[in-house]
């Protein structure tokens, strides 16, 4: 079992940074890829960034590259989710994912276990 917490979400202005971060606890938090995900209201969650357990590969959705950066810390247990140059449309509740696959980390189905959401507001 691993319990994931996230923290970090409130408003920000649009063009403006917010970090995110998941904090991990029980199983070996290096076994796990690590996902974030966002949802809006009437619609299906959506991938936004995953990092692999070994933390040499990162994967991101197009509407995030270049702006978002998933990075993880493996001595606190803990996944980053550094945004920048944010968007209304990044408005959500944000998602820590953790995966015992290190493939198709863009598949909501891969991951076995979720935190609660942290929710982000982007002003415009």
């Known amino acids: 079992q691993v319990q994931l917490v996230e923290s970090g979400g409130g408003l920000v202005q649009s063009g403006g940074p917010l970090r995110l971060s998941c904090a991990a606890s029980?199983?070996?938090?290096?076994?796990?890829?690590l996902g974030w995900f966002r949802q809006v209201p009437g619609k299906e969650r959506e991938f936004v960034a995953a990092?692999?357990?070994?933390?040499?590969?990162?994967y991101y959705a197009d509407s995030v590259k270049g702006r978002f950066t998933i990075s993880r810390d493996n001595a606190k247990n803990t996944v980053y989710l550094q945004m920048n140059s944010l968007k209304p449309e990044d408005t959500a509740v944000y998602y820590c994912?953790?995966?015992?696959?290190?493939?198709?980390?863009?598949?909501?189905?891969?991951?076995?276990?979720w935190g609660q959401g942290t929710q982000v507001t982007v002003s415009s």
């Open positions: 994912g953790a995966s015992g696959s290190q493939w198709n980390l863009r598949d909501s189905t891969a991951y076995v276990y």
């Open positions: 990092i692999r357990w070994t933390g040499s590969d990162s």
């Open positions: 029980g199983r070996t938090f290096t076994n796990f890829s």
